[in-house]
T-cell receptor, first 114, second 115 residues
Framework: AQKITQTQPGMFVQEKEAVTLDCTYDTSDPSYGLFWYKQPSSGEMIFLIYQGSYDQQNATEGRYSLNFQKARKSANLVISASQLGDSAMYFCAMREGLGNQFYFGTGTSLTVIP | DAGVTQSPTHLIKTRGQQVTLRCSPKSGHDTVSWYQQALGQGPQFIFQYYEEEERQRGNFPDRFSGHQFPNYSSELNVNALLLGDSALYLC??????????????FGEGSRLTVL
């Protein structure tokens, strides 16, 4: 089974609107971390936001927030007030327990329309 | 504060050749991981180095090997190249797991094309 599933290959959003990128995960480890990364065309993966499995509140970082629904095993990224510079690939990732490996999804390509 | 730097940025090899990719971690980081990202896919974990030892390895054959130097920089070596090895190779650095969330900081990658 896939550890991380991103079902939206591509998404479009109007500038200044909010957009939600979906991510579901699969693990039996009670301790895990969930991460979102942005990958512009340059190739570099840029860390956006982190949510720990024991965190009680949803993580927020500026215009990014993570909608964490533990029972549904989902960790959706919400980008508010989209900007043209938000156009990129977005990857959801998970690290289980004390492991050193990050599992990545296949990504969602976001295009912000002026 | 220098981020993660990788070299070369692009290279072309032929089947059967060998390649070495290099990575300098972000200042202060002691752990280096390597990922392979095929076109249209997410990154796949190759291995991680800490204290000059391979700490964990993903599902990659022995043709993929690595090294970490005392200054924490790292190399990824791939022998007997196959067409399927064509990909973007990403180096990521982090602090050891005792510090913070352990997020990875990535370089811009080395794009390898095997002909």
């Amino acid at each position: 089974a896939q550890k991380i599933t991103q079902t939206q290959p591509g998404m479009f959003v109007q500038e200044k609107e909010a957009v939600t990128l979906d991510c579901t995960y699969d693990t039996s480890d009670p301790s895990y971390g969930l991460f979102w990364y942005k990958q512009p065309s340059s190739g570099e993966m840029i860390f956006l936001i982190y949510q720990g499995s024991y965190d009680q509140q949803n993580a927020t970082e500026g215009r990014y927030s993570l909608n964490f629904q533990k029972a549904r095993k989902s960790a959706n990224l919400v980008i508010s007030a989209s900007q043209l510079g938000d156009s990129a690939m977005y990857f959801c990732a998970m690290r289980e327990g004390l492991g050193n490996q990050f599992y990545f999804g296949t990504g969602t390509s976001l295009t912000v329309i002026p | 504060d220098a981020g993660v730097t990788q070299s070369p940025t692009h290279l072309i090899k032929t089947r059967g050749q060998q390649v070495t990719l290099r990575c300098s971690p972000k200042s202060g980081h002691d752990t280096v991981s390597w990922y392979q990202q095929a076109l249209g896919q997410g990154p796949q974990f190759i291995f991680q180095y800490y204290e000059e030892e391979e700490r964990q390895r993903g599902n990659f054959p022995d043709r993929f090997s690595g090294h970490q130097f005392p200054n924490y920089s790292s190399e990824l070596n791939v022998n007997a190249l196959l067409l399927g090895d064509s990909a973007l190779y990403l180096c990521a650095s982090s602090l050891s797991r005792t510090a913070g969330t352990g997020e990875l900081f990535f370089g811009e990658g080395s794009r390898l094309t095997v002909l």
